[in-house]
């Protein structure tokens, strides 16, 4: 199963690649986890790309493009991937269209997760996500029962330094810009599939049930 999760931010994307991921047992590959990593590591990327997701902007094509054809040839994508906030621009899809052939590789589906604006900012704003391993809880729509601590490891839950309202809404206005293009890219090749990203949190497992 090779597929890309597309969808604004807040849309539920990596709430919902949990669960698949659990159940096709394919790699998980998130361009914005793997930049704070680098944030948090202090590496030369991470310094580039910190301002920019700080501001809700996106990182540079190409720096995004030269990481993801590193993790792409690791070797763990061949029987599968899912792809979550890669690719955000044409060019980057262009690109991956270029490695993916290079690769022998085909995509099966693009899952489009659709959620209104105001939502997200809601969603966004009461988001809380483990420090240690990655769990993503709600103040409101999905509490730790711990309180301030994850429920399934123990470790503290923290607020995203880009999760202010001020760069919900940059953000927001960057999708609308610059992402959303891909939605008719990816219908011309007939692999888009839209999914009502405000019901429940397994809709995307269901749609590639579906495929
Ligand atoms: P990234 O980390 O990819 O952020 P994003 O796309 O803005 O998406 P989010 O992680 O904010 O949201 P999500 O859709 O995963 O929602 P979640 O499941 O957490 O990117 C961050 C930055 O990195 C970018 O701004 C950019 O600077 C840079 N970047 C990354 N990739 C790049 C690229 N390819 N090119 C250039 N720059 C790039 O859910 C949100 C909240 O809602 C949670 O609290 C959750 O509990 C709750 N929730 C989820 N589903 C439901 C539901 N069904 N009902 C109720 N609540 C729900
Ligand atoms: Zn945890």
Do not use: W
């Amino acid at each position: 199963m090779r597929v890309i999760l597309l969808g604004p931010p807040g849309a539920g994307k990596g709430t919902q690649a949990a669960a698949v991921k659990e159940r096709y047992r394919i790699p998980h590959i998130s361009t914005g986890d793997m930049l704070r990593e680098h944030v948090k590591g202090g590496t030369e990327l991470g310094r580039k790309a910190k301002e920019f997701m700080d501001g809700g902007k996106l990182v540079p094509d190409q720096l995004i493009i030269a990481m993801m054809e590193d993790r792409l040839s690791q070797g763990d994508c061949e029987n599968g991937f899912l792809l979550d906030g890669f690719p955000r621009t044409v060019p980057q899809a262009e690109a991956l269209d270029e490695l993916l052939s290079r690769m022998g590789l085909q995509l099966d589906a693009v899952v489009l997760l659709e959620v209104a604006d105001e939502v997200v900012v809601q969603r966004l704003s009461g988001r809380r996500v483990c420090r240690s391993c990655g769990a993503i809880y709600h103040v409101s729509f999905h509490p730790s029962s711990k309180g301030d601590l994850c429920e399934a490891c123990g470790g503290d839950l923290y607020q995203r330094d880009d999760d202010r309202e001020d760069v919900i809404r940059r953000r927001l206005s960057v999708y609308h810009e610059q992402t959303s293009p891909l939605e008719a890219y990816y219908d011309a090749k007939g692999l888009l599939r839209r999914v009502n990203g405000e019901g429940a949190t397994d809709a995307v497992l269901r749609c590639l049930e579906g495929l």
